[in-house]
């Protein structure tokens, strides 16, 4: 006699065998979710960068061409790169400095448009450099070239270069400025040329270059570089910060010393694996109010280039902190 209890009792088994057994392999095919990054995040020459968050969600980056014509890249979470093309083309690029190179871009959204400033300039070239800017209405491009806003013999600022833009109080300013003074003025409204009547105004003293301004608590903290930053493993440049209650400042240190003065807190230096630890871009604020810095940094393990790297800036007492003022090799990833 067939015994119906244990025929259904073995069906039971194998089914129930068969879906564990699917189930474990489909745990072990899984991948593990990735909740740590390591530095350098993008293992390609990309000094000066800057970095915007655009409508889409995505993270869009610019850096100086050591990529030629100015490259831009994706990214989801400031830690996976994507290179999706150029700003420029060879027809394109901007040309009012001639043979000279398109460095320290500073990318912004004004008035519905996507606004690229840009350093052109030469080694050596201190006097003929100068700033100008391009638009998109898409954040991957291309760019239209509008031209310089002005040069270093027209402003009357030596080695016009390393620009930043920042809008406050319904006003839109320019900051600028390489190892000769920081220096800001005002610009138009839509922020393609210099306001009529604006005049230049130093705003911290001849350490600096590369500066960013980032609004917090009140306070406006100028973070700047000093230093080397183009000579390999020997570079010494080393992000500093000062900050102050209005925006031209003064910018001060823990101390009370003006950054008019050379008088900086330093917030990353180079250690035994990076050198020339630089020119920052914009602060990034994640999910969990956590705030995010892009630099560059030359790896001595292989020392090809200006690598793109990323670490936390941290905050006590009012004041900016990284991790053993040094970059970290390994940290938990933003959260997007």
Not at 207 to 225: D, V
Request: charged fraction near 20%; aromatic fraction near 14%.
């Amino acid at each position: 006699m067939i015994n119906i209890a244990s025929i259904c009792f073995t069906l039971i088994l194998i089914f129930t065998g068969s879906t564990c057994e699917k189930n474990n392999r489909s745990r072990k095919n899984r991948q593990p979710e990735v909740k740590t990054y390591m530095n350098p995040v993008y293992n390609y020459s990309l000094p000066d960068p800057t970095v915007i968050k655009a409508a889409d969600g995505y993270f869009y980056l610019y850096a100086t061409e050591d990529i030629h014509n100015t490259p831009i890249l994706q990214s989801s979470d400031l830690t996976t790169w994507k290179l999706l093309g150029t700003a420029f083309t060879d027809q394109t690029r901007p040309d009012f400095e001639p043979n000279g190179g398109l460095w320290a871009p500073d990318i912004n959204f004004i008035n519905g448009q996507y606004v690229l400033y840009y350093s052109m300039s030469k080694w050596g070239g201190e006097y003929t450099c100068g700033i100008g800017l391009a638009t998109s209405m898409k954040p991957e491009g291309p760019f239209t070239d509008r031209g310089k806003l002005f040069r270093s013999n027209e402003i009357n600022v030596q080695n016009s270069i390393d620009q930043f833009f920042i809008e406050d109080e319904g006003k839109k300013f320019l900051f600028w400025g390489s190892f000769h003074g920081i220096y800001a003025i005002e610009l138009s409204d839509d922020g393609l040329s210099i306001k009529q009547g604006a005049e230049k105004q130093q705003v911290a003293g001849t350490a600096y270059e590369g500066t960013c301004i980032y609004k917090r608590g009140g306070y406006y903290y100028l973070f700047a570089s000093i230093g080397t930053c183009c000579e390999g493993i020997n570079s010494t440049y080393t992000t500093v910060v000062g900050r102050s209650q209005n925006l031209f400042g003064p910018y001060l240190n823990k101390s009370g010393q003006s950054m008019s003065n050379n008088g900086h807190e330093i917030l990353i230096s180079g250690n035994s694996r990076f050198a020339g630890t630089g020119h920052n871009s914009e602060i990034v604020t994640d999910k969990q109010n956590k705030t995010w810095i892009l630099y560059h940094a030359v790896d001595k393990t292989n020392p090809r280039g200006r690598l793109l790297m990323l670490d936390e800036v941290q905050w006590k007492n009012g004041w900016p902190f990284v991790e053993g003022n040094a970059p970290g090799l390994s940290w938990a990833r933003p959260s997007f």
